[in-house]
Each structure stands twice: as structure tokens, then as C-alpha cells.
């Protein structure tokens, strides 16, 4: 079983500032990585997809990157509607299980 | 757009019924996935169903009392919860499947499993 450990828990940082969030993979899944935000009272909504590409309608201020067992997410300048709770997420192939990280809180400084 | 319904207060050893219905995006050519959770928690995948509705897996921790099924011909996916604990407790979403991750997301049904 994969497990997915995000880094830090969370993350106090200002409007306009870079924010980098970490997800690690207990092994290698390839680039089978997505990320989604989610504010509070709100369904998910996906990010990234496949680590590296944005979902439809997704600023282009996120950024996803890394391969194998470490991925990151960036978003370049924080705006006031970033601040909210980041999860990272595997597919495995089969059995077609969905494993998510604990999550990053992103919270204004 | 998907959502959900059927949510509700449950009694431990109990049954309900969830159902996710889409419009406006295509659903049958899409796996399908329920999440939960918890209050204040994180996410947590229930199940999968194939696009037939053919194949289906589930979490160890509802695995033998949780049932997924589908209908496409009503844009429709279905979680049956037999015997359902207190720890099942949370919001439940449906989700489409899009490559590695989950593109569409219902708002979430409520599900409080106590007596």
C-alpha cells in the first residue's frame, strides 16, 4: 500500500508570497499524481493532474512538478482566495484504489 | 455537474442509500469513485465502479457492507451502506475519474451513523 506524506502540516504565509508543498510517496508511483484544493464547506477541486498538468480552469500561478516519489506543488504568488487545505492523491493501476495525502493547510500570515 | 443525495442520520447496524446523479458532462465513458470525510478530517476513498458498472473495489474498512452500482442509462451512480458504523460518519462525494485524478466533484451528502 502507498502512502502519501505531505510536508509541512502548515504553512503561514502572506498574499504574494511563493508557497511550495511537498507530497513524498512511500515508492515510486511515476507521475501518477494529482493535487486538489479545498476550501472550507467545499467539495475538492482538482488542480494537477498526472503531477505536471493544470486542470481545466486552473490559474496558471499552480504548478506541479517532481516524479517517482517526490512531487511538489507551487503556486507562485499567493493570492486571498489560496488559503485553504491542499491534498496530494495517487491512483494505483489495479487494484484502482485512491490513496490521498493528510493534507497542507495554507493559512495567511 | 455532479450531485449527490440521500444522506441523512442512520442508525448503527442500519441501511441507506446514496445517489449521485450527472447532467451536463458525459458519464457513462467514466470510472467512477466515492470519498468520504469525516468532520475535520481528510479524504478518504470508499469505491470504484468501472464503466459498465461491471467491476467494482472498495476500502478494507467498508469492504463486504458497502455496495457501488450504476445506472447509465439515468447518469446515475449509487452507494447501498448496510450495517454502517459510527466511524462512517462524513460527507460523501461522487467523482469522475480523469486520468490520475478526479476532475468532477458533487457538493457532498451528509451521512451521521448514530443512535
Known amino acids: 500500500e502507498i502512502v502519501l506524506t505531505q510536508s509541512p502540516v502548515t504553512l503561514s504565509l502572506s498574499p504574494g508570497q511563493r508557497a511550495t508543498l511537498s507530497c513524498r510517496a512511500s515508492?515510486?508511483?511515476?507521475?501518477?499524481l494529482a493535487w486538489y484544493q479545498q476550501r472550507p464547506g467545499q467539495a475538492p477541486r482538482l488542480l494537477i493532474y498526472?503531477?505536471?498538468y493544470r486542470g481545466t480552469g486552473i490559474p496558471d500561478r499552480f504548478r506541479g512538478s517532481g516524479s517517482g516519489t517526490d512531487f511538489t506543488l507551487t503556486i507562485s504568488s499567493l493570492e486571498p482566495e489560496d488559503f485553504a487545505v491542499y491534498f496530494c492523491q495517487h491512483r494505483s493501476d489495479w487494484p484502482p484504489a485512491i490513496t490521498f495525502g493528510q493534507g497542507t493547510r495554507l493559512e495567511i500570515k | 455537474q455532479l450531485v449527490e443525495s440521500g444522506g441523512g442520520l442512520v442508525q448503527p447496524g442500519g441501511s441507506l442509500r446514496l445517489s449521485c446523479v450527472a447532467s451536463?458532462?458525459?458519464?457513462?465513458?467514466?470510472?467512477m469513485y466515492w470519498v468520504r470525510q469525516a468532520p475535520g478530517r481528510g479524504l478518504e476513498w470508499v469505491s470504484y465502479?468501472?464503466?459498465?458498472?461491471?467491476?467494482?473495489d472498495y476500502a478494507d474498512s467498508v469492504k463486504g457492507r458497502f455496495t457501488a452500482s450504476r445506472d447509465n442509462t439515468k447518469n446515475s451512480m449509487y452507494l447501498q451502506l448496510n450495517s454502517p458504523r459510527v466511524e462512517d460518519t462524513g460527507v460523501y462525494y461522487c467523482?469522475?475519474?480523469?486520468?490520475?485524478?478526479?476532475?468532477?466533484w458533487g457538493q457532498g451528502t451528509p451521512v451521521t451513523v448514530s443512535s
Open positions: 465502479i468501472s464503466t459498465s458498472g461491471a467491476t467494482t
Open positions: 498526472d503531477a505536471s
Open positions: 467523482a469522475r475519474r480523469f486520468s490520475s485524478g478526479l476532475d468532477y
Open positions: 515508492q515510486s508511483i511515476r507521475s501518477y
Open positions: 451536463g458532462i458525459d458519464f457513462s465513458s467514466y470510472e
